[in-house]
């Protein structure tokens, strides 16, 4: 039993310091020695109860300290190496840090709430951002914040049952050969002339085309 200054009883793991403060300590589940203190031994004896029913019921995390921008990196290096291509991976951290990073990145990820996320991509579409940006904000999220969960640094997902509405259908428009003759005159002689070419002529998607190699050839 803890005790205070004048020798009262005040519970396992409760004491009072020598400045007059009362603190609370106590060993979660992994490990870790936490700590709180206060002035009023009410709001500490709180405290504890609190803190040790969650971690009777495992709904602690093991660290509060780590930003949206930390778990990014370790993110990456981890779960997402060896798994995406080079293509994916480049998407990844260019939507992440343009889009992600300066709004949410320096937050804990325990602060983040699904309000966050949707006023992030609310923010996006009234930038005029469509539906492949604004879901691949919440795609990256979603998994993230899974792995989180996984590693017991969050105990909910805050992008879990966000939706992004898909954008107005438009007829999509085709080039006629003499536009695309045209186009081809023009682009002649350009950096992007044989991208261009192999567009048009073989249907692949962006993505496709971007990650073509030497060795996709035949």
């Not at 509060?64 to 370790?74: A, D, G, I, P, Y």
């Not at 950096?191 to 070419?197: H, P």
Request: aromatic share 10%; net charge positive; hydrophobic share 35%.
């Amino acid at each position: 039993m803890g005790k205070s200054l004048k020798g009262k009883d005040l519970g396992k793991g409760i004491s009072q310091r020598l400045d007059g403060k009362y603190q609370a300590r106590f060993t979660d589940r992994f490990g870790k020695r936490i700590s709180y203190t206060d002035n009023d031994i009410h709001m500490v004896k709180e405290w504890m109860a609190t803190e040790q029913a969650k971690n009777k019921l495992d709904m602690n995390v093991v660290d509060r300290s780590t930003t949206l921008n930390e778990w990014f990196v370790k993110w990456m290096e981890v779960y997402k190496y060896g798994i995406i291509a080079p293509n994916t991976e480049r998407q990844y951290k260019q939507v992440y840090m343009k889009h992600i990073a300066s709004v949410l990145g320096k937050n804990k990820l325990h602060e983040i709430t699904q309000l966050k996320i949707k006023a992030l991509i609310n923010e996006l579409d009234k930038a005029g951002y469509k539906y492949e940006t604004k879901n691949k904000v919440r795609i990256i999220l979603l998994d993230m914040f899974n792995r989180a969960m996984q590693d017991n640094l969050v105990m909910k997902n805050p992008a879990r049952g966000i939706r992004v509405v898909h954008d107005e259908k438009k007829e999509p428009k085709f080039l006629t050969p003499e536009e695309q003759k045209a186009f081809f005159d023009y682009c002649k002689g350009t950096f992007y002339d044989n991208m261009f070419v192999v567009s048009v002529n073989s249907g692949l998607r962006p993505g496709e085309v971007y990650a073509l190699t030497e060795a996709d050839l035949d």
